[in-house]
């Protein structure tokens, strides 16, 4: 079993759209969750970060984190064509471990 | 701060030849991360260190791999002898702490011939 599973894409949506995201993990000692995007020959930049159960919002995106069942997702609103990109999830643990699953790619359809 | 700085941004090499890759982390942050990324396999952490030890190595692939941290601000990671398969894009990233954002240097492009 992979440590970080992410849905497979890719993903195709028409501007406007809501894009969901999914990602499990495998490690329970993990505390802190982020989301990454990467632009085509171009370096993981974050996004978003969530640490509690429950929701985070921050501007058109959305992270939304279940510790108990070891899923995190990322839900973009108003997908604009800037968006289309490759997200990458990444859980913590407290061993300092940053692993990152294979990553969704999302295309923004004008 | 300029950020995480990787060298060489690309290297182009033959099969069997020893490839160095450099990084210098973000100045005060204790944790450093080598990652590699192919289509086929994604990103996958090769070896991570914080306070300049490693903390874990599992993810590199053969003893042709290895890491070193001399000291807060420099990393490298070799490979001897290096093979085609070892084509890829490496990442390194770094940060203050755990739990903390990762910041990403622009990666180095190997291609072994």
């Known amino acids: 079993q992979k440590e970080v599973e992410q849905n497979s894409g890719p993903l195709s949506v028409p501007e406007g759209a809501i894009a969901s995201l999914n990602c499990t993990y495998s490690?329970?000692?993990?505390?802190?969750f982020f989301w990454y995007r990467q632009y085509s020959g171009k370096s993981p930049e974050l996004i978003m970060f969530?640490?509690?159960?429950g929701d985070k919002e921050d501007g058109r995106f959305t992270a939304q984190l279940n510790k108990a069942s070891q899923y995190v997702s990322l839900l973009i609103r108003d997908s604009q064509p800037s968006d289309s990109a490759t997200y990458l999830c990444a859980p913590c643990s407290n061993d300092y471990k940053l692993s990152f699953g294979a990553g969704t790619t999302v295309t923004v359809r004008a | 701060d300029a950020g995480v700085i990787q060298s060489p941004r690309h290297e182009v090499t033959e099969m069997g030849q020893e490839v160095t890759l450099r990084c210098k982390p973000i100045?005060?942050?204790?944790?450093l991360f080598w990652y590699r990324q192919t289509m086929m396999r994604g990103l996958e952490l090769l070896i991570y260190f914080n306070n300049n030890v490693p903390i874990d190595d599992s993810g590199m692939p053969e003893d042709r791999f290895s890491a070193k941290m001399p000291n807060a601000s420099f990393s490298t990671l070799k490979i001897q002898p290096s093979e085609p398969r070892d084509s890829a894009v490496y990442f390194c990233?770094?940060?203050w702490g755990v739990g903390t954002e990762a910041f990403f240097g622009q990666g180095t492009r190997l291609t072994v011939v």
């Open positions: 490690d329970r000692g993990s505390q802190s």
């Open positions: 969530i640490y509690s159960n």
């Open positions: 990233a770094s940060t």
């Open positions: 100045s005060g942050h204790n944790s």
